[in-house]
């Protein structure tokens, strides 16, 4: 009786269909090839008046196309690939993020994130599976990378943006103006080690140095520490002894140091001042308050999101961007 009223309930169940091309075409009135081209970037080979029985009839069906069609037809998909460095970064690097995907979705785009790496092969999979629109170097590529993405077609966009090269060197140089400018004389700079690439944290402990020296002070020490008390402490130990000012990698490395520094009875500031980098809410409720800075996410966000999207639309001149630096300066410098 059950297996019955089951195959019962079968049949009467209402079957959805899902509309095709076809079917738009006949509602609009219209060839199937002709809804083929419109929907292919070729409208402008139509009269306003069939363009717009096609969209209507679309919208009407609710039809959607086939992105494998239409990959086919233009020899890439709706997808922008960012080849992003396998690292650490804070919130204002993922506020980009954020406001890239916004608004290539606004252009019917789809952004996905992608960790880069040296394996020609994935690169490849990538290049030829997804055949995106274009790929956004946010880490660097190198020379043989380059070559296959152009031998795959792939329009390469490599924005000066905010993780480039001269940002994080801007970074390390700002870091020891900001101590020297509250009279630290003996600097330090502590990298983040875990297993992820250090993309940020080489070039700016080197303008970190350089400015040590243009500033007319000794080379600084150089910290390696995970986020862990044992780490932070034997950092802390390999100083010495007191009075370092010590810039850090980002706010989670200071906040470890912080952690030390109460564990072995320092003062902060007097025995150790530390900076971090991104103010992070966490910054706020460490003890003492940390001292950290950042970019204005919003407005990186918008001139990188500018800044792509003027080369995806093949201007000449696509808008510099243009970083400041904001200093919020706590009770731990």
């Not at 460095?85 to 916004?102: H, K, M, R």
Request: glycine share 6%; hydrophobic share 45%.
């Amino acid at each position: 009786m059950r297996y019955a009223q089951i195959r019962e309930g079968w049949q009467k169940a209402t079957v959805v269909t899902i509309p095709t091309s076809k079917d738009v075409a006949a509602r609009a009135g219209v060839s199937r090839s002709t809804v083929s081209q419109i929907l292919n970037g070729r409208a402008d080979l139509f009269a306003p008046e069939t363009q717009a029985r096609v969209a209507l009839a679309i919208t009407e069906l609710g039809y959607l196309p086939s992105e494998a069609g239409r990959t086919l037809a233009r020899g890439s998909s709706d997808i922008v690939v960012a080849l992003i460095p396998n690292t650490t970064f804070g919130s204002n690097i993922q506020d980009v993020y954020e406001s890239l995907t916004e608004e290539l979705a606004t252009r019917g785009l789809t952004l996905v994130l992608r960790f880069t790496g040296h394996n020609l092969q994935a690169l490849d999979r990538v290049a030829s599976g997804i055949k995106p629109r274009a790929l956004i170097a946010f880490a660097p590529l190198d020379d043989a990378q380059h070559a296959l993405l152009a031998k795959r077609g792939i329009d390469v966009l490599e924005p000066n943006g905010p993780v480039a090269t001269d940002v994080n060197a801007q970074i390390g140089a700002h870091q020891a103006r900001f101590l020297a400018a509250r009279g630290y004389r003996r600097l330090a700079y502590a990298h983040l080690r875990d297993s992820r690439d250090d993309t940020f944290g080489r070039d700016r402990e080197v303008t970190f140095a350089d400015e040590c020296r243009d500033l007319g002070l000794e080379a600084p020490r150089i910290l390696h520490l995970g986020i862990s008390p044992e780490d932070a402490t034997h950092a802390l130990d390999s100083l010495g002894e007191r009075g370092f000012a010590v810039a850090c990698y980002n706010d989670d490395v200071a906040t470890a140091l912080l952690h030390a520094a109460r564990e072995r009875e320092w003062a902060v500031p007097a025995d150790l001042a530390v900076v971090g980098m991104d103010n992070t809410p966490l910054a706020r409720l460490t003890s003492p308050p940390l001292s950290s800075m950042a970019f204005d996410g919003a407005a990186v966000s918008r001139q990188a999101v500018e800044s792509i999207v003027a080369r995806l639309d093949n201007k000449d001149a696509a808008p510099s961007i243009e970083l400041t630096l904001i200093d919020f300066p706590r009770d731990s410098t």
